[in-house]
């Protein structure tokens, strides 16, 4: 097995040969996920918690059903109303989750790097579901199977990420992603909407859709993250969709065969067209969320594999 790590924090620690092996197994789970009988004993005796400290739906909901199809204890900590809000700490928080003893821990975070602190103070495996702007890697990962099996490959492919890059930890694991794996990334956006330094991650910038869209076999749009802006980003959303949201006309610069992705939630009319959306020859919106289960099943596998590879060790 070429995976060894204790814990999925980010993709920028992952080699290619490890991003392929999750991949890989994801495409098994896929496979049992299409049967009648979607039940694996991967993580039987095993407990998962879900600690979400921001609101989540499809991400929180398929790490839950990913861990029971595999065969764990799931329990889901609602932290909205958790001790947290009264004063506790994040440390006071983990010697808490110590003592419950769990297996997998998957949590979702406003900060940047607070997963990362958890993962060091807990004695067990920590997937990362988001940490404020800085990573979501099985968004990546997810992202990246289905591109895999729509395109045949995961490499050079012309793939552009539109939207409100710098706001978005899906565009950077994205961009780290596919990075390593030999693609040319390109991304578009206004100038108000691309962090600073972001050509240092080797990649093309655009603030002109039909210039950035030119030939590309992959069109990711991002959602606008009104939650994360403390300012005036953007006009209205009315002059973004007309220079940024994705429609037919903007998607005919693309490859004739190119496909169309988007993360989730999405807000028609401002980032996508409804029919492109919907449009079953070109969108893979809706295996983007089959493949996010998949995905977080072989996430938790792999792990729970070097897990109970060595037990009596306390996880760094």
Do not use: W
């Not at 400290?53 to 990913?66: G, I, P």
């Not at 800085?134 to 099996?149: F, G, K, S, V």
């Amino acid at each position: 097995m070429t995976f060894s790590h204790s814990h999925l924090l980010g993709i920028e620690p992952l080699s290619p040969p490890e991003i392929t092996e999750i991949l890989d197994l994801a495409d098994q789970y896929v496979a049992l996920n299409r049967q009648d009988m979607k039940h694996s004993d991967a993580l039987a005796g095993l407990t998962q918690i879900n600690m979400f400290f921001e609101n989540s739906t499809r991400t929180q909901a398929s790490f839950e059903l990913a861990g029971k199809r595999l065969g764990a204890d799931v329990m889901n900590m609602a932290m909205q109303a958790s001790s947290i809000k009264k004063g506790e700490t994040l440390i006071d928080t983990a010697m808490t989750l110590n003592a419950m003893h769990p297996d997998l821990l998957v949590v979702r975070h406003p900060h940047s790097g607070a997963v990362d602190l958890l993962a060091q103070k807990v004695n067990c495996a920590v997937l990362n579901a988001g940490d404020g702007r800085h990573e979501h890697p099985t968004q990546a990962l997810l992202d990246a199977l289905t591109i895999r099996r729509a395109k045949g490959r995961l490499h050079r492919l012309n793939i552009a990420i539109c939207g409100d890059i710098a706001h978005s930890r899906v565009a950077r694991s994205n961009i780290l992603l596919l990075g390593k794996m030999e693609n040319r990334v390109r991304l578009i956006g206004p100038p108000t909407l691309m962090p600073s330094g972001i050509a240092d991650f080797g990649v093309e910038v655009y603030d002109d859709m039909a210039e950035g869209l030119r030939d590309v076999d992959v069109v990711m749009m991002l959602r606008l993250q009104r939650e994360r802006m403390d300012g005036g980003f953007i006009p209205s959303e009315r002059e973004y969709y007309f220079r940024y949201g994705l429609d037919a006309e903007k998607l005919g610069y693309a490859k004739e065969d190119a496909i169309v992705m988007h993360p989730g939630p999405m807000n028609r009319g401002v980032e996508i067209d409804g029919e492109i959306a919907d449009d079953i020859n070109r969108s893979v919106i809706q295996e983007q969320v089959e493949m996010g289960v998949a995905v977080r099943m072989a996430a938790m596998d792999l792990l729970a594999r070097n897990l109970r590879a060595r037990p009596h060790e306390v996880l760094v």
